[in-house]
């Protein structure tokens, strides 16, 4: 009797052990999906990550689920909304322009983003724009336009009417309008500029910047309160000899620079010795470059400097 309880015993916990190890497999298999989206609602990697770590341990203490990618996207994406209500107070008190946090793309970290649509989903000038919207219409939008779910399918990950999904995502659209024409997929395109972009602002030449910039173009830096401007910079001509200006600062002929694929788009690094300084987002359509979004907070970017290290 002694044997067959042992045997039972053994028996019940190869079983729980199989179950464990199911459980941990269907989770990975879903961690670069629950990630991605995460980020899409928070613009933030480090609370992505806490969002996703926190669905696991649900996700662990659940017991059986019928449709876990289902399950697992409903429990991150309203993880994240009660997230947002503060993250939204945060950056409304935050020192100087608020940018979100910039994650390298070149290894798959948010997923695929073969197509124009894809790679929109996480450039920082759309994440900017997702600002504009209260807590609910961003995941309406994120979950149609990023992931492709029906209207029923976000109605039930959200737990509201499929009509209030619709109404939702129309009043979504309209607040973050029409994106501006950028490259169709000529990548090699986009690089060139770049690297001509940079060329011109670390060699001071106004006029070789102005000839890249769209009459309407703005500057912002988030650095967290630190030296950074604490106002965008707006217009070619300023831009122009703000950029040219860069040049010029003390730490200019100690920092190195390459180029990576940041939040899908060509990317500038700027590193000093101690590491990553800087990671300068340049947004580019109709040919010209419209928006500079320069990150130096040190918190925002540690995610990326792992990433790259």
């Known amino acids: 009797m002694e044997a ?25 298999a879903q961690r670069a999906r629950l990630f991605g989206l995460a980020y899409r609602l928070l613009g933030s990697a480090a609370e992505a990550e806490d969002m996703v770590q926190e669905t696991y341990l649900r996700w662990r203490n659940a017991g059986p689920v019928e449709l876990p990618a289902a ?6 994406t309203n993880l994240c909304l009660t997230r947002l209500a503060s993250a939204r107070v945060r950056r409304e008190s935050y020192a100087g322009p608020w940018l979100p946090e910039p994650v390298y793309t070149g290894d798959g970290a948010l997923g695929p983003l073969e197509t124009v649509e894809q790679r929109e989903s996480v450039s920082m000038g759309l994440l900017v724009l997702l600002e ?15 992931f492709g779910y029906g209207h029923a ?49 670390v060699n001071g030449d106004v006029e070789a910047l102005e ?12 650095g967290g309160g630190g030296t950074a401007a604490r106002r965008p910079v707006r217009g070619r001509a300023r831009v122009a ?42 947004e580019i359509a109709d040919g010209r470059v419209v928006a500079v979004r320069t990150i130096v907070n ?6 990326a400097a792992a990433q790259l290290m």
């Open 4 to 28: 067959d309880g042992q045997a039972g015993a053994r028996g019940f916990e190869a079983r729980e052990f199989e179950v464990r190890e199911f459980e941990v497999r269907e989770f990975e």
């Open 71 to 76: 399950w697992l996207a409903r429990v991150v």
């Open 132 to 146: 504009r919207l209260n807590p609910m219409e961003r995941a309406v939008f994120v979950l149609r336009e990023a």
């Open 153 to 201: 399918e976000v109605a039930g990950i959200l737990g509201i009417e499929e009509a209030h999904s619709r109404q939702l995502h129309r009043r979504a659209r309209a607040h973050v309008g029409q994106p501006r024409k950028r490259f169709d997929g000529d990548r090699g395109q986009h690089l060139r500029i770049v690297r001509s972009f940079f060329a011109a602002t």
């Open 211 to 222: 000839r890249m910039l769209a009459d309407d173009v703005a500057a912002w830096a988030d």
């Open 241 to 282: 000899r703000y950029l040219s200006g860069l040049s010029r600062r003390p730490e200019a002929g100690s920092v190195t620079s390459a180029f990576a694929e940041i939040n899908g788009e060509p990317a500038v690094l700027i590193r000093e010795p101690g590491g990553l300084l800087a990671i300068v987002a340049v």
């Open 298 to 303: 040190p918190a925002k970017l540690a995610y």
